[in-house]
Each structure stands twice: as structure tokens, then as C-alpha cells.
């Protein structure tokens, strides 16, 4: 399968406020896209929608090769029960600006508790793979160790291993490393560098403009609910040709 993402005419409102004016746009499996934009502009919502975690209100979009959420065309409904939506969801893994990883729980059973609960993954088997990921986000020595005991660097590191332990066909990051002390941000960035090296698909939120020149295959810049220009990095945040993207990279560099 090439496309990991398909959405087409995507439209998302609350109540009166019209959060995603139709988002078209493609994602081929292995792409790192970045998004970009200012705030309110629609990027969580539309990471979301792509997770689940809000329903489309028009428009289509496909995920892992199979149509998710509502559809509203015409006077046709297309809904889908908790439980499909449950296991379509399982194709995404989702990293949030802040970590909630679970404050009672090690970072080895943080990592663990998926797998186990819900994959039904043998314990010691899921103990492996934990203990396997959680050296790859440089924290096999905090394995023991309770989040309130992490920074909140080492704390998104571990939010990051517990999505990856669910072996999601696509990532999705919503600014990551927004609610980090500035010396955190780059052990976390550095965690997705290597991630996006070994091919993971994954779709970034982010300010990190020098992130984004560096690792992603294409940028993508939203504004008011709308894909306003994509592009290469080289393009988009070297030579962007709408205003609106000049103004938006001058004023966070
Ligand atoms: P961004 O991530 O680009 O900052 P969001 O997708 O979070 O933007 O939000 C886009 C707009 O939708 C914002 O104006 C926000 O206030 C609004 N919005 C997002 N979620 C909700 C919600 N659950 N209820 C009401 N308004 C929301
Ligand atoms: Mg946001």
C-alpha cells in the first residue's frame, strides 16, 4: 500500500466555528510531513481527525487504506461502530505536547500496558520489546523509574516508546517538544530523527523550523483551516510564494 493517508474535502466544525475548511491532501507510506502554522489554525484538529479522536463532518478520509470516521454526503451517513473505530485507531500512534503517561506506572509498564491490554501480547514478550524500545529512546537505565522521577524530556521519550510499542503504521506528533524546558527539546527531536531514519511514516506538528528543514520530505503550511502552500522544505521555508507563510516563518524564527 502506497498512501497512508488520503483525505479529501475534509471539513471539521465546532459548532459555528469552522475549524477545517476542506484539507486535501496525500501521504505516501515512509513520508515525513511536517505541519506547520500559526495557532488555531486547524493542525491538532486535523491530527485528530487522522487519530480518531474527532469525526469528520464532510469530506473522506482514508487512513491505512480504509475510510474512517463520518461522512456526510448528500443525505448518506457513514458510521462506523466503537469497536472498528477502536481497531482502525491501532494504525496511529499519537505523542501530545504534554506526555500524560500514566503518573502510578514505571516507564516499563507505561510502555507495556498496551501491548499487554490490548494487543493481548505476552507479558515477558512485551517486557522484551519494551526494554528493546526503551533503550532506543536512550532510557534503558529508567526503565524502574516513575514519570514524576523523569524529566519532562525523558518523560515524552517514554510517551514516545509506549506509542511505538503498539507497532502503528503511522506516527503522529502534535508539537512535541512545545512543553519542554529548551534544553529537553533536543534528546526528544534527536529520538525523531532516528525514528523518521529508520523509515516510520509520521506526520509532525511543529515551531521547530530547523527540525523540519532537516528531517521532513515535505512541509506543509496551514492557516485558518486550510492547506495554504506544501512543498519541499526547501520551498516552503526557504522560498515560500504566499505571504501569509513569509509573515508566519519570520515571526517564530
Ligand atoms: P492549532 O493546533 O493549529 O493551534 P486547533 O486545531 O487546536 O489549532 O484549533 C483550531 C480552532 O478550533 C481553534 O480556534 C480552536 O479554538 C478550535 N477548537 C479546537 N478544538 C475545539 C473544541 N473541542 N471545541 C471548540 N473549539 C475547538
Ligand atoms: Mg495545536
Known amino acids: 500500500m502506497m498512501q497512508i493517508v488520503k483525505s479529501v474535502g475534509v471539513r471539521k466544525s ?7 475548511r ?12 511536517c505541519i506547520v502554522g500559526p495557532s488555531g489554525s486547524g493542525k491538532s484538529t486535523f491530527l485528530r481527525c487522522i487519530n480518531q479522536l474527532e469525526a469528520i463532518d464532510a469530506g473522506a478520509l482514508w487512513v491505512n487504506g480504509e475510510l474512517v470516521g463520518y461522512r456526510r ?15 482502525q485507531r491501532l494504525a496511529t500512534g499519537m505523542v501530545f505536547q504534554r506526555f500524560n503517561l500514566f503518573p502510578h506506572k514505571t516507564a516499563l509498564e507505561n510502555v507495556i500496558e498496551g501491548p499487554v491490554q490490548v494487543l493481548r501480547t505476552e507479558r515477558r514478550q512485551a517486557e522484551a520489546i519494551a526494554t528493546e524500545l526503551l533503550a532506543r529512546v536512550g532510557l534503558a537505565h529508567k526503565r524502574g523509574a516513575y514519570p514524576i522521577e523523569l524529566s519532562g524530556g525523558q518523560q515524552q521519550r517514554v ?16 508539537e512535541p517538544t512545545s512543553a519542554l524546558d529548551p534544553e529537553l527539546v533536543g534528546d526528544v527531536l534527536s529520538v525523531m530523527r532516528d525514528l523518521a531514519r529508520t523509515g516510520m511514516t509520521m506526520i509532525v506538528v511543529t515551531h521547530e ?18 492547506v495554504v502552500e506544501a ?12 505571504a501569509r507563510t513569509r509573515d508566519f516563518i519570520s515571526a517564530v524564527l
Open 231 to 242: 512543498g519541499s522544505p526547501e520551498q516552503v521555508l526557504g522560498r515560500p510564494t504566499q
Open 22 to 33: 476542506g484539507i486535501d491532501l496525500e501521504i505516501d507510506c515512509g513520508e515525513v510531513l
Open 73 to 87: 454526503s448528500g443525505r448518506k451517513l457513514f458510521e462506523l461502530s466503537e469497536r472498528e473505530i477502536a481497531r
Open 14 to 20: 465546532f459548532g459555528a466555528f469552522e475549524a477545517l
Open 209 to 226: 523550523l530547523g527540525f523540519a528543514r532537516e528531517v521532513a520530505n515535505r512541509v506543509l503550511f496551514m492557516d485558518h483551516g486550510l
Open 159 to 174: 510517551a514516545i516508546a509506549r506509542a511505538l510499542a503498539m507497532k502503528p503504521a503511522l506516527m503522529l506528533f502534535d
